[in-house]
T-cell receptor
């Protein structure tokens, strides 16, 4: 069965520091992978997605993610975090029948 | 582009009453819409998948008679929580999908049942 694991429940970084949020997936075939961001009391906004091709994917707001099949990972990165990046981040894998399977999320806190 | 709206954004109702939540894709047509439930500080739990003009497909454990879903057009789906009880209080989020694996999310509806 498809599943997504986000090992880090909560991450705190200083503004301007680099960021990496971890995501591991379990899926038999080539996965469709997504990163979403959710601000408090809001819906989800798509940051980036991977379907095929170049394993380094660029997204909005300066985020990027790298698909590593050998490690079953799709980690999200940003070279320099801004205070406005504080939010909840969800990794998701596209399952059969067009469903998305979400990880449990990582809460990012940014200190000035 | 790809804007999804939900109405209302928050609602308080008394136990035993029914509440309808609307989900609209404003600038695209969505053949499929999804309804999720999210508890505080938790991930999204898929409740059901609805396709325009056909019955919704509910996830295991979701009561179809309690959570009525209607997908009347390519831009509108509704979720009705019937005979709501305090345990139904939650954050409900819809998403609209114009094509496979492309989901655009609404801002969510906070339901509080007193």
């Amino acid at each position: 069965a498809q599943s997504v694991t986000q090992p880090d429940i909560h991450i705190t970084v200083s503004e301007g520091a680099s960021l990496e949020l971890r995501c591991n997936y379990s899926y038999g075939a080539t996965p469709y992978l997504f990163w979403y961001v959710q601000s408090p009391g809001q819906g989800l906004q798509l940051l980036l997605k991977y379907f095929s091709g170049d394993t380094l994917v660029q997204g909005i707001k300066g985020f990027e993610a790298e698909f590593k099949r050998s490690q079953s990972s799709f980690n999200l990165r940003k070279p320099s975090v801004h205070w406005s990046d504080a939010a909840e981040y969800f990794c998701a894998v596209g399952a059969s029948t067009d469903k998305l399977i979400f990880g449990t999320g990582t809460r990012l806190q940014v200190f000035p | 582009g790809a804007v999804v709206s939900q109405h209302p954004s928050w609602v308080i109702c008394k136990s035993g009453t029914s509440v309808k939540i609307e989900c609209r894709s404003l600038d695209f047509q969505a053949t499929t819409m999804f309804w999720y439930r999210q508890f505080p500080k938790q991930s999204l739990m898929l409740m059901a998948t609805s396709n325009e003009g056909s019955k919704a497909t509910y996830e295991q454990g979701v009561e179809k008679d309690k959570f009525l879903i209607n997908h009347a057009s390519l831009t509108l789906s509704t979720l009705t929580v019937t005979s709501a009880h305090p345990e139904d209080s939650s954050f409900y989020i819809c998403s609209a999908s114009p094509q496979s694996y492309e989901q655009y999310f609404g801002p969510g509806t906070r339901l509080t049942v007193t």
